[in-house]
């Protein structure tokens, strides 16, 4: 658990942790949580620039086509090298679980390849090839971060459930992904933190469907602030670590 307190409402985070005038990366930023993270970061006047890159932006980030992650990531460089500011954080905003034609699996009998296989391609494959290329753009000195949103279900010790195959393996692949970052980039960028973050639920198009009564349910914004928080408690110590919206370290 780290120090920071857990937000009741949806104000801005003031991320004085990181240096003033970087530049911040919200990736699936067209999302309901990546336009909550975007609408933070710029209201929190920490940062010279906030990059916007999705699947409908200029250029476009499409996890189905991974040039295009290295397009991006080679924009977000030269905006970067053109301004002479530092990249000090990278949000991973995206993810998948269900559509019009897959839903979670309930039973072995439902477990389908092509649903399992988008399942990887979102949830696994293509943060981690946001790693791959945005990862290096980060910092030697000051504190940076990557973060990328997992989920609880993915957390391997902390199934009771069963159930939900595609994407709680997914997201457990996801975790393993950022430790293994987290150690590659800790050895030349020592200030540099890569972190799994899960949002809780949150009312969106994700995750709103399957919310049951009784959770906590939040707003895309109350998610993001608290997410926010957890981001500027952190230090390199935490770097690989698995947290929750509230915090709290998740089991692997």
Not at 45 to 74: G, Q, W
Not at 83 to 92: A, H, N, Q
Not at 131 to 159: E, Q, W, Y
Request: glycine share 10%.
């Amino acid at each position: 658990m780290i120090d920071a307190p857990t937000p009741v409402t949806a104000t801005t985070p003031t991320l004085e942790s990181f240096a003033d005038g970087g530049i911040a990366i919200v990736v699936g930023a067209t999302g309901g949580i990546g336009r909550a993270f975007v609408h933070h970061l710029k209201a929190s006047n920490r940062f010279s620039k906030v990059l916007e890159y999705a699947r409908a932006t200029v250029p476009s980030l499409d996890f189905t086509d991974p040039e295009s992650i290295a397009i991006c990531a080679k924009d977000a460089a030269g905006q970067a090298t053109q301004s002479g500011r530092k990249i000090r954080l990278v949000i991973d905003a995206t993810g998948y679980l269900h559509d019009e034609a897959f839903q979670p699996e309930k039973s072995l009998r439902q477990i389908d390849a092509d649903y399992m296989a988008k399942q990887f391609q979102i949830n696994a494959i293509g943060p981690a090839l946001l790693m791959k290329h945005f990862c290096p753009l980060l910092p030697r000195d000051g504190k940076s971060v990557f973060a990328t949103l997992s989920a609880k279900v993915g957390s391997i010790g902390d199934n009771r459930m069963g159930g939900w195959y595609g994407y709680r393996a997914a997201k457990a692949a996801l975790n393993q992904l950022v430790k293994c970052t987290a150690i590659e980039i800790g050895r030349s960028k020592r200030d540099a933190i890569c972190i799994a973050l899960h949002p809780g639920t949150v009312d969106t198009g994700l995750s709103g469907p399957f919310a049951k009564s009784g959770l906590n349910v939040q707003s895309p914004q109350q998610a993001t602030a608290n997410m926010l928080t957890v981001i500027d408690g952190l230090d390199a110590r935490q770097t690989g670590g698995f947290f929750a919206y509230d915090g709290q370290e998740l089991p692997w």
